[in-house]
């Protein structure tokens, strides 16, 4: 046996890492890989997650509240025709390794970035409408826009193109380089990452906030979610990011050392019925649908209450939230006389989904309920790359899409609603009438007026029903009791700047 | 051996282009724009015809260049090669479970042929062949991480110490070990009954050379020649289940990479994970051919 083990040990010696041991150090579990970090192309919660703690925005929200909060901007002043934003930054914010102090040029740099096609950013459309950035001071930044937007300050926070990067870093790693080499103003600096086993930061001694209490936070890649509650049980590892399993949760609630935390999201996972498809154009068989789906048990049943009610795109965690809205609680009975009013019964309708779990198993019962009011139904399940490129196509008649995002009430509405969000977009129903809603929620100053007019395109959309919004997600989050100062946000991200470990 | 190389990098390279879906639109994702969508594609070179991206990509790698990861912009080269020890560990120490394991309990079977012990051992190579291992994979974690805290429920660890690592290898390596060990008992089971069934037995039995000498010097070395073809074969093999064993253990390796990079439709990573992962195929065939002729002297390596 002394000889195989011997044998083992030159095997494995080859696949050496090396971490100083007796620090401060965060385990937390990610789902998959991480791979691009760059602000101006990162997607994905796992890059988004180990990016937040690198980097910050101008403002950002409050990880409970989603109010939105100074971060790099410590003030800022909008004109008086609202398309004038003038923020004043924050003096003496390094960026990580050396890159120099934070300018406002390098704000300038990250926006116009993000903007330039050449770039080919994801999030270009996000600050559409910006026309120009300006550093009229090292400590000024001027944005000026084409109208007033209400919402500007929302694609400013830190998420995604919000992030600021430094122009000495980009420039000098190259741009393609950059995606795994980042550099940011954050409460931690990027160390390294190991292909498929994990990424790991180190505190940012120099941070503006001051020192976090932690000395590193490795991000571990475990796949499955049942030998991730056993790590996490066992002291392997000391946060669950991204718990999703109904059997899971229940597993980890019961564990004496562990506690699980939730919250409603910012997302919605939504049927969207492509009008341009006969006979979808029908208001009245699109209510029937809506009528003949049995969310509530698929909340109930399928995912054992670890969902909630989608009563709109917008969920409980936007500010604009209301409940006072078309509904559509389940009624066969409505459903199949409205089908019969239509003239469209036993029409078969195709459910179109991607092959991942849950959509491709949520699909089933969904047209199991359609059977029962008489649609024929027809389940065409593809993988990632083929369902995007038939989404696209906007052909098909039905597909199921996810939002996801900031708490910011223009990623959902539109996304989903805008005539501008297809093509390329998720409006794959086509849906036109709230455009003139949209604008004037865009152009209204006072953030009451603009909640109320949020609050009308919620009503008109869940009247005319082109979406509808299965279930709004909930997030666990579960942790080892050794973890104090963790607060949940509603993205799907987690902040370890506040923790700190307990012996 | 670079033929076989060159077909498979070959077969992969068309493939994948065959597959629905392009890297330009799952980079971009929901906000792509169709002007973003055809620009990622020109410069990815993608909107050129397909035997010109082939011949661009064969003069690259000729100079070694297997390109550059569309997801992360790092050198795809780089990104295999930091997973190889990770796979080589698990599929090498797989392996050898398997044989240390596998041919004994084969040997044993086949010479007590109908006995209780036999049908032990081939019941459980049933099992072993019948139950797949990210199952068996998962059921170990919870017995032998969870009720019985013998190793930890992660396949990997972070550490530096030479002993946490091979802690964590253990349970994979087992697991996957036992899986292939399996094959190699019932291979080894049914070349021995042969072996031992031919006349040169009978005839060393009738001359009194003591069993032990005949079921070892004489029978088993006869034996090992189709065993160790297979060995090659379930080489192979154990890698592609490998990918099962990194995912239910968290571990890192070239199977993980290429699926991810498959799923990212990340060509370039694909293509590179793929030619190394042929190569170390091929590579190991060739090695047990050389075996061969140490094991039976009438193949000579020519």
């Known amino acids: 046996m002394k000889k195989i083990t011997g044998a083992f040990a030159l095997l494995v010696s080859i696949a050496l890492i090396t971490i100083p041991a007796g620090a401060a150090e965060l385990r937390v579990r990610i789902g998959s890989d991480v791979g691009n970090l760059d602000p101006a192309r990162i997607f994905g919660i796992e890059n988004q997650t180990v990016a937040s703690h690198i980097y910050n925005g101008m403002v950002k929200y409050d990880q409970a509240t989603n109010k939105i909060l100074p971060d790099l901007a410590t003030s800022w002043s909008i004109s008086a025709d609202g398309k004038v934003y003038t923020f004043k930054l924050r003096d003496g914010v390094m960026f990580h390794k050396g890159y120099g102090k934070l300018t406002a040029d390098d704000v300038k740099f990250s926006l116009e970035r993000v903007l330039d096609p050449a770039s080919k950013s994801r999030y270009a459309g996000q600050l559409a409408g910006v026309k120009t950035v300006e550093a009229p001071d090292p400590l000024t930044v001027r944005v000026t826009l084409e109208g007033p937007n209400g919402g500007l300050l929302n694609k400013l926070t830190d998420f995604n193109q919000g992030w600021i990067t430094s122009r000495k870093a980009v420039t000098k790693i190259g741009d393609k380089k950059y995606a795994m080499q980042p550099i940011g103003t954050g409460p931690f600096i990027f160390d390294k990452w190991l292909a498929g086993n994990q990424v790991r930061v180190v505190a940012n001694k120099d941070y503006f906030g001051g020192a976090p209490s932690l000395d590193a936070v490795t991000f571990r890649i475990i796949k499955d979610e049942t030998a991730a509650a056993i790590a996490l049980e066992n002291g392997e590892i000391d946060v669950f990011f991204a718990l999703q399993s109904p059997p899971v949760i229940d597993r980890l609630k019961k564990a004496s050392n562990v506690t699980v935390l939730n919250r409603v999201a910012n997302h919605t996972i939504n049927l969207v019925l492509n009008q341009t498809v006969k006979p979808l154009d029908d208001i009245l068989v699109r209510k029937a649908i809506a009528y003949g789906i049995n969310r509530e048990a698929l909340i109930k049943g399928y995912f054992k209450g670890t969902k909630a009610t989608g009563y709109s795109v917008i969920t409980s965690s936007f500010p604009q939230y209301t409940e006072s809205l078309p509904q559509y609680k389940h009624d066969p009975a409505k459903a199949k006389a409205l089908l019969k009013e239509a003239g469209q019964e036993g029409f078969t309708l195709e459910l179109v989904t991607v092959g991942l779990s849950p959509y491709n198993q949520l699909v089933i019962p969904i047209a199991s309920d359609l059977e029962k009011v008489g649609i024929k139904t027809k389940i065409t399940v593809l993988e990632r790359g083929a369902y995007l490129q038939a989404r696209g196509k906007g052909d098909i008649m039905t597909c199921i899409t996810g939002i996801v995002g900031p708490p910011d009430p223009d990623s959902p509405l539109v996304s989903l609603y805008a005539t501008k969000s297809f093509p390329p977009g998720m409006n794959t129903s086509r849906y036109n009438k709230v455009d003139d809603l949209l604008a004037s929620a865009a152009a209204e100053q006072d953030p009451a007026k603009r909640t109320g007019i949020y609050q009308q395109i919620m009503s008109n959309t869940m009247e005319d029903v082109p979406v509808l919004p299965l279930y709004a997600d909930q997030l666990f989050l579960a942790h080892g009791n050794n973890v104090k100062g963790l607060v949940q946000n509603s993205l799907f991200t987690i902040q370890a700047y506040p923790i700190s470990l307990s012996k | ?302």
């Open chain 2, 1 to 302: 051996m670079g033929i076989t190389v060159i077909g498979m990098v070959t077969v992969v390279f068309f493939l994948l282009r065959a597959i629905p879906g392009d890297p330009a639109t799952y980079m971009l994702g929901d906000y792509a724009t169709v002007e973003s969508v055809a620009a990622l594609k020109a410069e990815l070179g993608l909107d050129r015809p397909v035997w010109e991206q082939y011949f661009s990509f064969v003069r690259r790698a000729l100079t070694g260049d297997m390109g550059t990861s569309v997801v992360t912009g790092q050198p795809a080269f780089a990104e295999v090669i930091q997973s190889i020890p990770w796979s080589a560990a698990l599929s090498i120490s797989g392996i050898v479970i398997a044989v240390l394991v596998g041919v004994p309990m084969g040997v044993m079977s086949a010479v007590r042929q109908g006995t209780f012990a036999d049908l032990f051992v081939m019941l459980g190579a049933l099992i072993g062949i019948s139950f797949p291992v990210f199952w068996v994979g998962l059921v170990c974690i919870l017995l032998f991480a969870h009720e019985i805290r013998l190793f930890p429920a992660l396949g990997a660890s972070s550490s530096s110490d030479i002993f946490t690592q091979v802690h964590h290898l253990m349970l994979p390596a087992l697991v996957l070990g036992f899986s292939v060990a399996a094959y190699i008992a019932r291979l080894t089971r049914s070349a021995m009954l042969e072996v031992l069934g031919q006349d040169f037995v009978r005839v060393a039995r009738a001359m009194g050379i003591p069993e032990r000498r005949i079921v070892y010097g004489l029978a088993l070395r006869n034996a090992l020649i189709p065993v160790l073809a297979v060995i090659g074969v379930t080489f192979a093999w154990s890698l592609g289940s490998a990918i099962l064993v990194e995912a239910v253990f968290s571990r890192p390796g070239l199977g993980s990479m290429i699926l991810k990079a498959v799923f990212a439709r990340d060509y370039q990573l694909v293509q590179a994970g793929v030619f190394v992962l042929a190569s170390a195929v091929v590579l190991v065939n060739t090695t047990l051919d050389i075996v061969y002729g140490l094991v039976d002297p009438r193949v000579s390596v020519s």
